[in-house]
């Protein structure tokens, strides 16, 4: 009998002879020299910006600022941290997503899933392809007009002629808006790119439409519905102009009443986007070392969500179908 | 003489009893659109078989095992004509959901539903009714069906890991678990080892074999060699007509139409 032959090991990765690029078409090595070019610039940019704002954050981001509340002061160093436009983006995340989840879900599953009568499905997606390409100031005039309608007094509170129409609750409402395309986007993209077979694998063991989509369908396109609610809230806490003309844009946040939560939700308050604009220069509150250190904790927390779209990428084992590999 | 008159009753039946019917086709066409892909098939489906339904590529073999289930309804152009019988009834007559439940199917592509492996086949088994029952109270019945597919011992020790990280071969054992979890009459196999390498191959026949022993399987497929191997009886089809249904030997070795003679012994397909 014959030795056994010796395990068969990989050899080293090497490559064959390649073409040179010189030997290109001259037009094909312009595009890549373009886009290697464009790559570059992008990435030197957000490098500039990150270690701007990284240098300016270690000069002037001190741990009190995040604890002390802010008050009205000509002197920089009298005018406290920004404890409250810290529990106001966070409140107003919380609010903007509780509101943009469920409808631009719902939205996108009744358009890839049922979408009949067609032309109302092609009606909606219109309607969110508009609301994407509004810019939010409109947004939030638009909100504003509606919100001080005598009617919409419970969320804020009322005063002759009408209502005072800015709170967390109505500025919450609107700033969903930013936040719904994207999530609809994702929503719907996921949807499209469920393959066929799974939803067939579900109705062929004896299940309904709406089985289907609720146990199957959903949980499939679960890290889609993440990521665009990632983004949604991206834009959310990177807003100004809703900010400022509905939630009033108070230095510290003002409860409307001393009912627990509701109380908070009709009152007023402000946001880091807010607090920075109005401490820098172009605002009224003149300290701009607060606006630098207010600019650089809002750029951590969008590098900490992007960064965290990354992970949820990676929730729930592996996807469905591999993706394609950058570079490959 | 009245001894030998009772020995003779108490002989064993020389004939086995014949086999129940659970399907039968009558007549059966298939159109997409004004355009026929199976023609006015009739066959019957006994428990306790395997008919492998073969034939070259565009023949209509899976659009007629999916026939068998309604899952051609899903496509809006395909209708069909003809009866097809299930125990006696028309599948027309069947509420689709309970169709399904009764005649399961495994496809091409292993397609397990991303959620955890006990949650896969027991997603076969929730929802039946409107209260969803709790892990214990189906946990027999996953079990159950994790060691008809002969995947149990694999995955005992790993029933909340993610189904899609198991291998193909595996994937698709257990899309079989899922399939038969409900206890179905038939299972229809739309080419279930196509995907997958020879020795996954050769465990889905073996347990296509033991399947064989609690309902009806029908499968489709292009290996004639794997038809051969698992199935009792062959249907050849060709342009959407069912040329020749006969016993797996009769139909390689001695068939009696010369388009099958020339398709088993490879002229064309």
């Not at chain 1, 509780?98 to 009568?117: H, K, M």
């Not at chain 1, 510290?252 to 109380?263: A, D, F, K, M």
């Amino acid at each position: 009998m014959a030795d056994a032959a010796p395990p068969l090991a990989p050899p080293r990765r090497r490559h064959g002879r390649r073409e040179s690029i010189w030997r290109w078409r001259r037009g094909d090595l312009v595009i890549f020299a373009l886009s290697w070019l464009a790559g570059m610039g992008l990435c030197i940019i957000a490098t500039a910006l990150v270690l701007f704002f990284a240098v300016k954050g270690a000069q002037y981001l001190r741990p009190d600022l995040l604890v002390q509340h802010p008050s009205a002061s000509v002197s920089q160093a009298g005018s406290g941290g920004f404890l409250d436009p810290i529990e106001g983006t966070v409140l107003l995340g919380v609010i903007g997503l509780a509101i943009a989840v469920p409808l631009g879900v719902t939205t996108a599953l009744w358009v890839v899933e049922f979408g009949r009568p067609r032309w109302l499905a092609r009606v909606v997606e219109s309607t969110v392809e508009i609301i994407a390409g509004t810019p939010d100031v409109v947004l939030a005039i638009f909100g504003l007009a509606l919100f001080e309608l005598g009617l919409f007094a419970p969320l804020s509170f009322g005063q002759p002629g009408g209502a005072f129409g800015r709170s967390f609750l109505t500025c919450g409402i609107i700033v969903s808006a930013v936040a719904i395309p994207s999530i609809y986007t994702a929503t719907r993209n996921g949807l499209i790119a469920t393959p066929r077979q799974l939803r067939e694998a579900s109705y062929a063991l004896g299940k309904t439409k709406t089985a289907t989509i609720r146990r199957v369908v959903l949980p499939a396109i679960r890290r889609d519905v993440a990521t665009g609610s990632a983004l949604g809230l991206g834009r959310i806490i990177g807003d100004t102009a809703i900010v400022i003309l509905l939630l009033g844009a108070t230095l510290q946040i003002q409860t409307q009443s001393n009912t627990p939560v509701l109380g908070l939700l009709r009152g007023t308050g402000s946001t880091l986007t807010t607090y920075a604009f109005n401490a820098s220069p172009a605002g009224d509150g003149n300290a701009p070392t607060k606006a630098y250190a207010a600019a650089a904790l809002l750029l951590l927390l969008v590098l900490l969500l992007n960064w965290g779209v990354g992970r949820i990428g990676r929730i729930g084992g592996p996807p469905l179908h591999a993706e394609r590999r950058l570079g490959a | 003489m009245s001894i030998l008159a009772q020995r003779i009753q108490i002989v064993p039946q020389a004939e086995p009893e014949p086999a129940v019917e659970r399907l039968r086709l009558e007549d059966v066409s298939v159109f997409y659109g004004g355009t026929p892909a199976v023609r006015n098939v009739s066959f019957s489906i006994h428990q306790g078989e395997v008919l492998a339904l073969i034939g070259p590529s565009g023949c209509g073999k899976t659009t007629l095992l999916r026939t068998l289930n309604r899952l051609t309804e899903l496509t809006p152009s395909a209708s069909h004509s003809g009866r097809i019988l299930l125990d006696g009834e028309d599948i027309d007559e069947i509420v689709d959901t309970d169709l399904r439940r009764r005649v399961a199917m495994v496809f091409q592509q292993p397609n397990p539903f991303p959620m955890s492996i006990f949650d896969n086949v027991g997603f076969a088994l929730r929802e039946q009714s409107r209260r969803r029952p709790r892990r214990h109270e189906i946990a027999p019945d996953v079990d159950r069906a994790l060691q008809r597919a002969g995947l149990y011992r694999e995955v005992r020790d790993s029933l909340d890991h993610s189904a899609l990280r198991l291998s193909g071969g595996q994937q698709q054992r257990l899309c079989i678990a899922r399939a038969i979890a409900q206890q179905p009459e038939i299972l229809l196999m739309d080419e279930p080892c196509s995907a997958l390498d020879p020795r996954s191959t050769a465990t889905i026949e073996d347990l296509i074999r033991q399947l064989r022993e609690d309902l009806a399987v029908v499968v489709v497929t292009h290996n004639l060699q794997q038809a051969r191997r698992i199935a009792d009886r062959v249907a050849f089809m060709y342009l959407g007509d069912l040329v020749e249904l006969g016993p797996t030997e009769q139909i390689f070795d001695d068939p009696v139409e010369v388009e099958t003679r020339e398709y088993v012994a490879g002229v064309f397909g």
